[in-house]
Structures are given as structure tokens and as C-alpha cells.
């Protein structure tokens, strides 16, 4: 590959008019033949032609004359979940979904409880313990892939895998700040079914300033891990004067 071309269909969105964070690196890590690692460099545009170009490093995506995204070949993510959830443990900390009350993108794609059932992933991770600093606290969350999120071999898609561990693994820095997705790279240990229900979790792995470093994982009911994935999470700085 030198250059190719990709788009982010407006279904896969985060904020409204940007696509998801998650999605856009799985679909800028399949032009890869290896596992590798997402840096986004600016909010990828929606519906939108951008042009990924081969580097030295691995491939830069771009959107006319600013830099989207960078993808590099790298290890996979060394992260073990801090516990293993039963399907009725994740449902009670889904409860504590703080974007059931205020969610800043309602409808983003994995965690917008404006999404119907089909369309969204519908994944809503919230607090094991409601009484724990966000920042160290771990989330939780059900869900039951459908099929129309398969690939060819009949599990879920690889870009959809992507997606679920994105948003999980950002809600113990959402609260309070303006954060952003930075970087995002995972592992896949096994086919990830339709039609199962599974088990999402995320917690916070440190911080140094404005950076806050966070982790994801995909369980089956029997506490299998699927896939995990490493997170890099930046606080935008607030704007003079706003």
C-alpha cells in the first residue's frame, strides 16, 4: 500500500459530527497486516474521503492537509482485568451508567443511550462501586453483540471489537474534565460471539498531568477473556476566555 483511500460512515460517530474513536482505529489498523497501535492526531471527519499514506513507521491518515491519525506496528497490549464479573454483577454496575442522567454525546455509537437496540452498540459502563474516586474506580457493563455486527467467519467483526473496548475504558476520566482519545491499541485472544451475552470493563491504569492511562477488557458469562486494549486518554486544555 502507498496510498488508499477510507471513509467513516456518519453511523459510526462519537460526537455527533466526528467518527468514533474506536471504530476509526479499527478501521485505520486493518489497512495494517499486523497488530498495531492508533495514535489520533485530530477528530476523524465523518462521511468524509480521507488518504491513508505508507510511512516508514507504518501509515498516516490524512484529511486534506491535516493529520487525522498515525498507525504503527506494535505489541500487543500486556493488561489483565483487575476481576472477573458474572453477566448479574455487570448488569448491577451498568445501573450506575452515569450517562443514563447527562451524557455529553447521546448518541455515540458505543455508549449513547439515544442509539436503538441495532443500531448502537448500547454499551453502558458504569461504577462496580459508586462510592469509589472515579479515577480508580472500575465499570462495567452487559452486552449482547448482534448478528449484524459479524464478519465472514460468523464472530464480530474485528472494527466492532475496536469499538466496545473504546468507551468502557475512558469513563473513570469522563467525569469533570474534557477528555479525549489519544491512542488505542488491542488484543484479541479468542472469536468474540453474536448473540451472547458478554461482559465490558474498564479501568483507570495512573495519570501524569493532563494524560490518563486506561484499559479495557471483553469477558464471556464464564469469565473467558476475549480481548483487552490499552488506552491513552488527554484532558484538553480549557480555551482563554471560555
Known amino acids: 500500500m502507498s496510498t488508499t483511500t477510507l471513509t467513516i460512515p456518519s453511523r459510526f460517530n462519537g460526537p455527533p459530527d466526528s467518527g468514533h474513536g474506536g471504530y476509526s482505529c479499527g478501521t485505520i489498523a486493518a489497512l495494517l497486516d499486523t497488530p498495531a497501535a492508533v495514535d489520533l492526531h485530530a477528530p476523524p471527519p465523518l462521511d468524509t474521503p480521507l488518504t491513508a499514506v505508507a510511512t516508514a513507521e507504518g501509515l498516516e491518515v490524512w484529511d486534506r492537509d491535516v493529520l487525522v491519525a498515525r498507525a504503527?506496528?506494535?505489541?500487543?497490549?500486556?493488561?489483565?482485568?483487575?476481576?472477573?464479573?458474572?453477566?448479574?454483577?455487570a448488569s448491577a454496575a451498568e445501573a450506575n451508567f452515569v450517562g443514563f442522567e447527562h451524557h455529553a454525546f447521546p448518541t455515540c455509537f458505543v455508549c449513547g443511550p439515544q442509539r436503538e437496540p441495532g443500531d448502537g452498540l448500547r454499551i453502558f459502563p458504569g461504577r462496580m462501586d459508586p462510592s469509589e474516586p472515579a479515577d480508580t474506580a472500575t465499570v462495567a457493563s452487559r452486552w449482547t453483540p448482534d448478528a449484524t455486527l459479524a464478519g465472514d467467519d460468523g464472530a464480530v467483526a474485528p472494527v466492532f471489537v475496536w469499538s466496545a473496548l473504546d468507551c468502557p475504558?475512558?469513563?473513570?476520566?469522563?467525569?469533570?474534565?474534557?477528555?479525549?482519545?489519544?491512542?488505542?491499541?488491542?488484543?484479541?485472544?479468542?472469536?468474540?460471539?453474536?448473540?451472547?451475552?458478554?461482559?465490558?470493563?474498564?479501568?483507570?491504569?495512573?495519570?501524569?498531568?493532563?494524560k490518563f492511562y486506561a484499559a479495557s477488557a471483553l469477558q464471556d458469562a464464564r469469565g473467558e477473556v476475549l480481548a483487552v486494549a490499552d488506552t491513552l486518554w488527554i484532558e484538553l486544555q480549557a480555551r482563554v476566555g471560555a
Open 169 to 210: 475504558s475512558g469513563y473513570m476520566v469522563f467525569e469533570g474534565r474534557r477528555t479525549v482519545l489519544a491512542s488505542l491499541r488491542i488484543r484479541q485472544d479468542a472469536p468474540v460471539p453474536t448473540g451472547e451475552e458478554l461482559i465490558v470493563l474498564g479501568w483507570g491504569r495512573g495519570s501524569e498531568r493532563r
Open 72 to 89: 504503527r506496528p506494535s505489541t500487543p497490549p500486556d493488561v489483565v482485568p483487575p476481576t472477573s464479573l458474572t453477566p448479574e454483577e
